[in-house]
């Protein structure tokens, strides 16, 4: 199987140590452990609390003077709204670039708000000590387990994702969450097509023993806060609705931190040049 192919999944081994592997999806085999330590994995850690638990916080603070920043942008520049779709050429570079300037600079404030108010949220939620909407996962009751008899015996992954999708006939699996312990349920969670919604915000809940769906989650039925705190993850980090339409949002997400400051770089010295 083509490594690019595989799933990466945290593992456990019998010593006790924890890792991460590649896995075949099909066979459900390791197709070869991977090092828990790894550079996207290391960005990742740093953009999140710049590998400390302080710095969690220092991060989530800076979302204020980026959102007062950006704000300030759209108070200061007048008639900013024009520059979303003016681009003027044929007007010789300067004249161009300066235009180009005003333009990735008024949809970077956008963005710039969006990612402030998302990491001021972070921040609240890190602050509060219960989670502002508790949903507690669904498990199997003393009775119904005592039914199954000393020995349950767990069904394959194929029957828990033909089932959950015979429960929830919109769901598009991403994921299985296997129980813990005796009690737990099995987790099938994915997408329905919806643009701001996490995977996790729709699920079928299973007896691992039976199949029997015991609680159905769908993201239209929950309310407007609860709606929030799912979409918040797709607004910061950019992925909607997944596959050509995640991968061109990321894209046009990176675009004020990167490509911005690229064409700054190529605009003073083409201005330069002139």
């Known amino acids: 199987m083509l490594d690019s192919l595989a799933w990466e999944s945290p593992v456990s081994y019998s010593d006790g140590r924890f890792g991460r592997a590649r896995v075949d999806p099909y066979q459900a085999t390791i197709v070869r452990p991977r090092q828990l330590l790894s550079l996207a ?13 302080l ?7 800076l979302a204020l003077p980026l959102l007062l920043s950006a704000i300030s942008g759209l108070l200061f520049y007048k008639n900013w709204w024009r520059s979303f779709f003016r681009l003027r050429t044929g007007q010789g570079w300067r004249v161009f670039w300066s235009s180009a300037h005003s333009f990735i600079g008024v949809w970077s404030l956008l963005f710039a708000i969006i990612i402030a108010v998302t990491g001021m949220w972070y921040l609240t939620e890190a602050f509060l000590s219960e ?10 009751s003393a009775e119904r387990l005592a039914a199954y ?3 349950p015996q767990k069904l394959s992954l194929e029957q828990y994702i033909s089932t959950a999708r ?11 969450g296997l129980p813990y312990s005796s009690e737990e349920t099995v987790v099938v969670s994915g997408r329905t097509g919806a643009w701001l919604t996490r995977d996790r915000a729709n699920a079928v809940f299973l007896a691992p023993y039976s199949g029997d769906v015991i609680a159905v989650w769908k993201h239209h039925d929950s309310g407007l806060l609860t709606w929030w705190i799912n979409s918040v993850d797709s607004l910061h980090f950019g992925y909607w609705g997944g596959g050509s339409r995640e991968i061109g949002v990321v894209r046009i997400w990176s675009l004020p931190s990167g490509v911005d400051t690229q064409w700054r770089v190529f605009v003073l010295s083409t201005l330069r040049a002139h």
Request: proline share 9%.
């Open 166 to 176: 015979m429960a929830f006939s919109e769901l598009e699996p991403t994921g299985i």
């Open 149 to 151: 008899g000393p020995t």
């Open 41 to 53: 994995r290391f960005i990742r850690q740093l953009h999140y609390n710049a590998h400390s638990d």
């Open 131 to 140: 989670p502002i909407i508790f949903t507690e996962r669904p498990t199997l």
């Open 55 to 61: 710095g969690f916080y220092l991060i989530g603070f």
